[in-house]
T-cell receptor, first 112, second 111 residues
Framework: DTGVSQDPRHKITKRGQNVTFRCDPISEHNRLYWYRQTLGQGPEFLTYFQNEAQLEKSRLLSDRFSAERPKGSFSTLEIQRTEQGDSAMYLC??????????FGDGTRLSIL | KQEVTQIPAALSVPEGENLVLNCSFTDSAIYNLQWFRQDPGKGLTSLLLIQSSQREQTSGRLNASLDKSSGRSTLYIAASQPGDSATYLCAVKNAGNMLTFGGGTRLMVKP
């Protein structure tokens, strides 16, 4: 159990650029979750995968956001045409079935 | 729609004090409730998980209680230490797979 790994830890980009984050979950954890956390707030759910299938998406996930988990292992979250309001910490979590979720250290996105 | 509230938003106490953090939720049909700790710039570390059928869970100096019918949970920290300084987050799980989080309580324990 090497924990949840997220890359990069910090991303700084100009408004309008596209960004992609990666999450490597704990091996054999079939469920993977993405959350977004803004400063001083609790995390908010974005989307959930069971294996490679994306089963739930929050209304927060606008059409500029897309997430994939192509082989049921790692996942990517892409934001197109970034806006100031996208600045946040993006957290990945995983679980084995309905067991407690384990979180990574997140990717902090800063939009200039 | 589930809403989770944590009070107080911030708390500063001298070392050695016992303290209570509060969490309330609007929809009592929960599967479980979880307390997390978050250090600055870091992810979340799970502290305690209480199933809907349970009333409390204990781990070391931490004790979490759950009153599902009233929509409340408390996290009790005994004999607080400077190393306990962090943000404490409460999260509930309803039907579905997502967690709904409160805004957190930022705790500072002064030496």
């Amino acid at each position: 159990d090497t924990g949840v790994s997220q890359d990069p830890r910090h991303k700084i980009t100009k408004r309008g650029q596209n960004v992609t984050f990666r999450c490597d979950p704990i091996s054999e954890h079939n469920r993977l979750y993405w959350y977004r956390q803004t400063l001083g707030q609790g995390p908010e759910f974005l989307t959930y995968f069971q294996n490679e299938a994306q089963l739930e998406k929050s209304r927060l996930l606008s059409d500029r956001f897309s997430a994939e988990r192509p082989k049921g292992s790692f996942s990517t979250l892409e934001i197109q045409r970034t806006e100031q309001g996208d600045s946040a910490m993006y957290l990945c979590a995983c679980s084995r079935d309905n067991q407690p979720q384990h979180f990574g250290d997140g990717t902090r996105l800063s939009i200039l | 729609k589930q809403e989770v509230t944590q009070i107080p938003a911030a708390l500063s106490v001298p070392e050695g004090e016992n303290l209570v953090l509060n969490c309330s939720f609007t929809d009592s049909a929960i599967y479980n409730l979880q307390w997390f700790r978050q250090d600055p710039g870091k992810g979340l570390t799970s502290l305690l998980l209480i199933q809907s059928s349970q009333r409390e869970q204990t781990s070391g100096r931490l004790n979490a209680s759950l009153d599902k019918s009233s929509g409340r949970s408390t996290l009790y920290i005994a004999a607080s230490q400077p190393g306990d300084s962090a943000t404490y987050l409460c999260a509930v799980k309803n039907a579905g797979n997502m967690l709904t989080f409160g805004g957190g309580t930022r705790l500072m324990v002064k030496p």
